[in-house]
C-alpha cells in the first residue's frame, strides 16, 4: 500500500520517498537531467501522436493546459514550477512548430484561463487581445513559459481550437470546437501528471436523410 504524503510518497515500509518538486526544492531548483530530458520527450511524443490523430492542418490551433505541480507529482495548484514548465513547454513546443500549427497555452483559473499564443494566429483567428502577462502564481507556469518563448505573445480571452491536451487535469474543454472527441495515447502520463487528449469534428446535421463526408468523422 501507499500513502500520498504532501508531495512524495510513504511506501508500506513508512518510507517516505520524495517527489521531483521536492528534489527540485531542496536543490534550490536543479533537477537531474535525465528527468529533464524523460518529461521532455515525453511531451514531444504525446503531441506528435495526438496532432497526427486529430489529423490538424497547418495553421490551426492546438491548445495546452497544464499544470507543472501535477507534472512533479503534487497537487494541481500547490507547487508550481518555472523550470519544469520551460521542459514541457519546449518538447510539445518542438512538435507543434514541426507541424506548422499555432499552439496556445491555457492560463490556470487566476486569469480566467485566458491564453497565450503568437499575435500572428490572433490576428488570423480575430480573437480580441487582453492585456495581461502570466506569472507562475498568477497565469501559470506553462503560459509564463510560452509568454516568455513566443516571438509576439498575446493573451485572449477565448479561443476554438482543433484539438487540445490537458496535462494535469486543468480543464482545456471551454478551448474546443464543438464537438470534441477524446484521443486515447500510447503515452498516459507525462511526468507524474495525468493526460488526456481531444480533437474535434464537425456536428453532424440534417436528419435521418443526410448525406456525410467520412473525411470529416
Partial sequence: MVYIGKCGIFDSTGTYKLSVIEVFIMQGGSIMTEDMTIIAEEAYSAVKEILEKAKLEEGELFVVGCSTSEVG??????????????????????????????????????????????????????????????QPKAGGSFATAAYKAFEHPVA????????????????????????????????????????????????????????????LL
Fill in 156 to 215: 485572449v480571452e477565448h479561443i476554438q481550437a482543433a484539438a487540445g491536451m490537458d496535462i494535469g487535469d486543468t480543464l482545456i474543454g471551454m478551448h474546443l470546437r464543438d464537438v470534441a472527441v477524446p484521443v486515447r495515447l500510447r503515452i498516459g502520463q507525462i511526468g507524474d501528471a495525468h493526460v488526456v487528449c481531444a480533437r474535434t469534428r464537425p456536428k453532424f446535421i440534417g436528419g435521418g436523410r443526410a448525406v456525410y463526408d467520412e473525411e
Fill in 73 to 134: 507529482g503534487a497537487a494541481i495548484g500547490t507547487y508550481s514550477s518555472p523550470e519544469l514548465a520551460e521542459v514541457v513547454f519546449g518538447g510539445i513546443y518542438q512538435a507543434t512548430q514541426e507541424a506548422g500549427v499555432y499552439l496556445a497555452a491555457q492560463c490556470c483559473e487566476h486569469l480566467n484561463r485566458a491564453l497565450i499564443l503568437e499575435k500572428e494566429a490572433a490576428v488570423k483567428y480575430g480573437y480580441p487581445m487582453v492585456n495581461v502577462v502570466p
